[in-house]
């Protein structure tokens, strides 16, 4: 368990849960810390590294070009696991919500302006090749952030896909893509096609996105992150910042 604040009240839960041998939990909350030899032993060792909650800017803040970066990149490369949740899931792909410092993004406020003050993207902590030119966020439907994950993802330069996690649901992917999906709630994966648009995407005016792929993912459901291949049929994403109602249709989840 890796994080940079809290306790290792995760241990207890996790050991009989797993049935692992032991659990470890780091607090990583210096880049002195993330680039000492035991910090550096212990993910290597690590058969499952797991990303506590908290500011995904903080980890990348501590984390980013010390040894903890390439120690995670050696876990997954010995084909261990890499997960977290919220935070934790936010630093998992290429591209990375990171706030640092400013606002927290709303999709109500970020839909008025494609440069909005809280906009800021940070990208290459993890390598994971199935997760290049994709960009995640958590607490999803319950915090309506439809609206900044579409704006993130018009921002993206090598756009594959944005993956949005509901609370009490998980998305479990392996090497060549697969990925299942777990939990109570949803995943929405938005992807583009030859229909689609990004027709308003300028500082200063609001932004405007025709028929983005909207996938909504339940529990059981599939989707490879590599072909796109899914059992789960998509809807069309529209967005458009002038209006008050800025989606079509205006319920997207």
Not at 21 to 28: A, G, N
Not at 167 to 172: G, L, Q, S, V
Request: a negative charge; proline letters at 3%.
């Amino acid at each position: 368990m890796l994080r940079t604040s809290g306790t290792d009240a995760y241990n207890d839960y996790l050991l009989p849960l797993t049935g692992a041998d032991s659990v470890e939990t780091l607090i990583v909350d210096t880049i002195s810390k993330a680039n000492s030899d035991y910090v550096d032993w212990a993910i290597r060792s690590a058969e499952f590294v797991f990303i506590a909650g908290g500011d995904q800017s903080d980890y990348l803040n501590q984390w980013l070009g010390t040894k903890v970066q390439s120690a995670l990149s050696h876990v997954y490369e010995k084909h261990g696991i890499i997960g977290g949740t919220s935070a934790g899931n936010a630093i998992q792909g290429q591209y990375i919500y990171d706030p640092d410092g400013l606002l927290g993004a709303i999709s109500e406020e970020v839909v008025t302006d494609f440069c909005h003050e809280t906009i800021h993207l940070s990208s290459n902590f993890l390598a994971t090749p199935i997760l290049q030119g994709v960009i995640t966020d958590t607490h999803f439907s319950e915090r309506d952030r439809m609206g900044r994950m579409a704006s993130f993802f018009a921002h993206i330069s090598s756009q594959k896909y944005a993956i949005g996690v509901s609370e009490h649901t998980a998305m479990f992917a392996v090497e060549n893509g697969d990925s299942v999906i777990d939990g109570t709630g949803h995943v929405y994966v938005l992807a583009k096609d030859a229909q689609t648009q990004f027709q308003q995407t300028a500082c200063g005016k609001p932004l405007i996105i025709r028929d983005l792929l909207n996938y909504r993912l339940q529990s059981g459901d599939q989707f490879n992150l590599s072909t796109g291949a899914t059992n789960v049929l998509p809807s069309r994403l529209s967005i458009d910042g002038n209006k008050a109602q800025f989606y079509s249709p205006t319920n997207p989840y």
